[in-house]
């Protein structure tokens, strides 16, 4: 597999930009091709482009590890649809979630910033109506592309702030159909407050259907409406987070009971088995959004994103080796519970077939989507995330940079290929060139103490510069009780009911 760039490949331009790196003449890249020539269609489409602004579609998988899907190496499932989006468009092998937990992820995404910078410790609580991730403090991609002329929809899980100054509608969002709160019962809608959990056009809703059904649903009708017209959608899936469901299996929460998790009492067999399914509706999903644009003559004029916002549950990783080969799960610091799979496709305009190694964030989508739609960011706070748009388009090396995650009171750096994990165990350092599964502790040996005593420094300097609020104050490997604000009485919400797996099949008694 050689590694080149072209000029050609370089003067690419999108939506009436000239991209960056046209007066390269060679420069050896990350991305892996057989084939980096522009095809035919590419190049006679540009003034096309130039004319109107891209569609922009972003799939946001939640929980789904690095090995969630077949072309990423997942054991036992089948996507179809999106193994075809990674072999006509650009696979990205190092591709990183803000956070090792959801709404972190979810913050760095549409802010285009460290989630840190609005004081985000954890994740917000459906319980509390008075914190979320605030529009009018912080920028908000959906805000930004609606002022530009964009139509938008949000069809799925939020999980920024119950509160109405934090829900959709105020990040600018024109449709939303889903859920507020970070999980639901993917039959009853019913959220972890035991309440259903459901909206249609921005009020709640008790419509009928499998949540992953209903939102592929809503995404194809707002395609059928939205056609001629620049539009973004925002698929924050609720798979495959649990409670574990496929589309014929009943209702875990119901409005006597109430259980926030069921997937451990699975053996392999029945939880690979929904797993399965859950994973299927979302590739399903991906195959009918994907008829939609070519009914409307529109799939080469929109760009399709898919990444996952945390790696995989250990209960999959058990069952399923959900992250592959890689240490960990969501939750922690390992790559198992920070790298996911992650795909660009745009047709016409990415070349086929590319994989792409260059180490990436979530919060570097916001910065890539305005570059591709042609719109400059003016807003008054900075964005810690950077354009991919030459590295994923042109091939070009992104510039060196570190990379942070701080999660409570563990904070990892990453330089280069060294990663340093700071947390209550202690110091890790990996060397992830030749040690991907981290296996190797180096944080002992001598002859890295000066990298280690360089880094720590670069990461406390980080968390002072860039930390508000909870996260300023916390020490670095000093863990505290976590504060859980919703917490209720189970035992008599569920009359002693409990959620068993006997002989063959799920009892709750």
């Known amino acids: 597999m050689k590694k080149i760039f072209t000029k050609t490949l370089a003067c690419l331009c999108l939506a009436g930009i000239a991209l960056t790196g046209c007066e390269v003449n060679s420069k050896q890249t990350s991305i892996e091709k057989t084939d980096v020539l522009l095809t035919k269609s590419t190049t006679s489409t540009q003034s096309e482009s130039i004319a109107k602004k891209p569609n922009i579609i972003l799939i946001l998988a939640d929980d789904l590890g690095y090995a969630g899907l077949s072309s990423f190496g997942g054991q036992g499932i089948h996507t179809p649809e999106l193994d075809k989006l990674a072999e006509q468009g650009v696979k990205l092998t190092n591709f990183y979630a803000n956070s090792t937990v959801c709404s972190p992820t979810r ?23 008075d914190v979320g991730f605030d529009p009018q403090e912080n920028p908000s991609l959906p805000k930004i592309l609606k002022n530009a002329g964009y139509k938008t929809g949000a069809f799925g899980k939020w999980h920024l702030g119950s509160g109405e100054a934090y829900q959709p509608k105020a990040h600018g969002f024109d449709q939303f159909v889903g859920f507020l709160d970070g999980n639901i019962d993917f039959i009853s809608k019913h959220n972890t407050e ?56 009943p209702a875990i929460r119901t409005d006597d009971f109430y259980v926030y998790k069921v997937d451990g009492v699975y053996p392999k067999k029945e939880y690979m088995r929904r797993y399965s399914e859950m994973i299927t509706s979302m590739d399903e999903g991906v195959g009918r959004i994907l008829s939609a644009l070519r009914k409307h003559n529109i799939e080469d004029n929109t760009l399709i994103i898919f990444t996952s916002d945390n790696g995989g549950e250990p209960v999959g990783v058990k069952h399923g080796k959900v992250n592959g080969d890689l240490r960990g799960h969501k939750v922690t610091m390992y790559e198992g519970g920070l790298k996911v799979p992650t795909l660009f496709y745009w047709k016409g305009k990415i070349a086929p077939g590319q994989v792409n190694t260059e180490p990436m964030l979530t919060m570097d989508l916001l910065p ?83 990298l280690i005593n360089t880094m720590i420094l670069a990461g406390d300097n980080w968390q002072k510069n860039t ?29 002693n009911k409990k959620y068993r797996w006997q002989k063959g099949q799920a009892v709750i008694k």
């Open 107 to 129: 913050t760095a995404l549409l802010s285009g910033r460290y989630q840190q910078r609005v004081g985000l410790d954890h994740i917000y609580f459906h319980c509390q109506d």
């Open 368 to 450: 890539t989507i305005l570059q591709a739609a042609g719109i400059n960011y003016s807003g008054e706070q900075p964005l810690d995330g950077v354009s991919l748009v030459d590295t994923i388009f042109n091939g070009v090396t992104l510039p060196e940079r570190d990379l942070f995650w701080m999660h409570q009171e563990r904070l990892v750096m990453r330089r280069d290929d060294m990663k340093l994990i700071r947390s209550d165990i202690g110091l890790e350092l990996f060397n992830l060139a030749i040690d991907p599964q981290e296996t190797t502790n180096l944080s002992e040996q001598p002859q890295y103490q000066t």
């Open 194 to 249: 035991s309440e259903i959990d459901w909206w249609q056009d921005h009020k709640p809703s008790n419509k009928e259907g499998y949540v992953t059904d209903l939102l592929n649903d809503a995404v194809v009708d707002f395609i059928d409406k939205e056609h001629d017209q620049p539009f973004f959608i925002y698929l924050p899936e609720a798979a495959v987070h649990v409670p574990m469901q496929g589309p014929n299996d």
């Open 467 to 495: 930390a508000t609020g909870v996260p300023a104050s916390r020490t670095i490997g000093e863990k505290i009780k976590n504060y859980w604000p919703c917490r209720r009485d189970l035992k008599a919400f569920n009359e």
